[in-house]
């Protein structure tokens, strides 16, 4: 019997508004405020499989995101699409959190809420793209993991199959639960969202998890929790100028090269090279 579907949604920059986004140079975090957020893509997808498991073996599929006070919005998105409760981890102390941080506190709310029978992520996000989350969800949960879902099918608690997509096919496996599987998006289609669901969802149960509400170590948190650090962030200089020249073809010629010896390209050495060429 199955208890309890939680599904790990993440907020992503709205890719419409992607030309706005800046990156902060000093804390190197991507600056969101004023961006609209949609639910990661493959996420909708984590979703809708849980709901199809729900309709066969029962069960709860409860939400779950790191993130910040704005994602109630999405959570209620999915809420709207069917799930049944949502719980919010957000918390200040979580900023600038990298994949290793964010696995630790989403499986820290999920121990939280009561643990699951089944975990189900998105593969990837739309934003960060680095697919580790699924796996390090396992690893803190201590329970069977497989990334690049494909297909997946329960037959019972103690018999689940799944076929994972592979660089040159798929593989076949055969597991138990309880377990996390990071969903690609050819798994299913996520069904849309109805005007009775919109209005169902503010009623369902809904609730935001603090650091202090969880039962968490204060050094594998945030910033100072993630092992993983940004490099040096800057703007690439990116001017271009426009001059027009005139003149017979050969004027042209050593107009060119006078100008782009000025700005220090080596006109000789390229040259040289190419004359070399034709030699051999």
Known sequence: MINHIVVCIKPIPDPEYYHQITIDPVKKTIQ??????????????ALEEAL????????????????????????LEGLAMGA???????????AGADTLATSYVLAKGIEKIGGADLVI??????DGATAQVSSQLGEWLCVPHLWNVMEYYIESVDEVFVKTRVENGYLEWKA???MVIGVTRE??????????????????PYAVYTADDLDLD???IGFEGSPTQPGEVFTPDIKRSCELVKGTGEELVHTLLAKLRERGIQIESYSDGCQAGVRE
Not at 39 to 44: K, M
Not at 84 to 94: G, K, M, N, Q, V
Not at 190 to 204: N, T
């Open 32 to 45: 969101r405020e004023g961006i609209p957020t949609i639910i990661n893509p493959e996420d909708r997808h």
């Open 52 to 75: 199809r498991i729900r309709e066969k073996h029962g069960g709860k599929v409860i939400l779950t995101s790191m993130a910040p006070p704005s994602a109630q919005t999405n959570l």
């Open 84 to 94: 049944d409760e949502a719980y919010l981890l957000s918390d200040r102390r979580f």
């Open 121 to 126: 992520t998105g593969t990837q996000t739309g």
């Open 176 to 178: 138990t639960l309880p």
């Open 187 to 204: 798994i299913n289609k996520p069904r849309l969202i109805s005007v009775m669901g919109v209005m169902k969802a503010k009623k369902k």
């Open 218 to 220: 204060p050094s594998r």
